[in-house]
T-cell receptor, first 113, second 109 residues
Framework: DTAVSQTPKYLVTQMGNDKSIKCEQN?????MYWYKQDSKKFLKIMFS???????INETVPNRFSPKSPDKAHLNLHINSLELGDSAVYFC????????????FGDGTRLSIL | GENVEQHPSTLSVQEGDSAVIKCTYS??????FPWYKQELGKRPQLIID?????GEKKDQRIAVTLNKTAKHFSLHITETQPEDSAVYFC????????FGPGTRLSVLP
């Protein structure tokens, strides 16, 4: 059973479109995250939710909006996609905040044409 | 600041040799120090972590050492094998989950 699952795995779309990436974890964790990994492999946190409450919201454009309907799900909606949004987006989860291992999903590769 | 630095950025070793990667953080209140391994096209996976109440932790060929005074911790891989080739990341979760820039390790047969 996949612990942290993301869909879709690949997303190819045109500039200006709106898209969503879904994430679900079945580990019973209370904290979930979104990371962006660019072509140079830098992993940068975007958002973190603890028990459905936003606890980290790094400097990302407000075109990116996370939504957590319950503590097992954290979805990412992106409006008006731009070329610079092309990257791999990873969802992760952990039990607790700041002092526990993070479990990552397999990533969503987003390509903007 | 929230700097997390890693050195070296790339490392090539012969199979069977040892590899050491160093991570430097800035928040002296940090108390949890993980290392993640990311193989090509895969997700990052935790390989070892250490908490601030110990100075060293070992798991088979992998070890992590912590120097809280100097604010750095290091990953040690002994008897390297080709499957150890990957990008290794340290992280400072207390520093807003900042990850280091990564070290690309190549183990040459």
């Amino acid at each position: 059973d996949t612990a942290v699952s993301q869909t879709p795995k690949y997303l190819v779309t045109q500039m200006g479109n709106d898209k969503s990436i879904k994430c679900e974890q079945n580990l019973g964790h209370d904290t979930m995250y979104w990371y962006k990994q660019d072509s140079k492999k830098f992993l940068k946190i975007m958002f973190s939710y603890n028990n459905k409450e936003l606890i980290i919201n790094e400097t990302v454009p407000n075109r990116f909006s996370p939504k957590s309907p319950d503590k097992a799900h954290l979805n990412l909606h992106i409006n008006s996609l731009e070329l610079g949004d092309s990257a791999v987006y990873f969802c992760a989860s952990s039990q607790g905040h700041q002092d526990q291992p993070q479990h990552f999903g397999d990533g969503t590769r987003l390509s903007i044409l | 600041g929230e700097n997390v630095e890693q050195h070296p950025s790339t490392l090539s070793v012969q199979e069977g040799d040892s590899a050491v990667i160093k991570c430097t953080y800035s928040d002296s209140a940090s108390n949890y120090f993980p290392w993640y391994k990311q193989e090509l096209g895969k997700r990052p996976q935790l390989i070892i972590d250490i908490r601030s109440n110990v100075g060293e932790k070992k798991d088979q060929r992998i070890a992590v050492t912590l120097n809280k005074t100097a604010k750095h911790f290091s990953l040690h891989i002994t008897e390297t094998q080709p499957e150890d080739s990957a990008v290794y990341f340290c992280a400072a979760p207390r520093q807003n989950f900042v990850f280091g820039p990564g070290t690309r390790l190549s183990v040459l047969p």
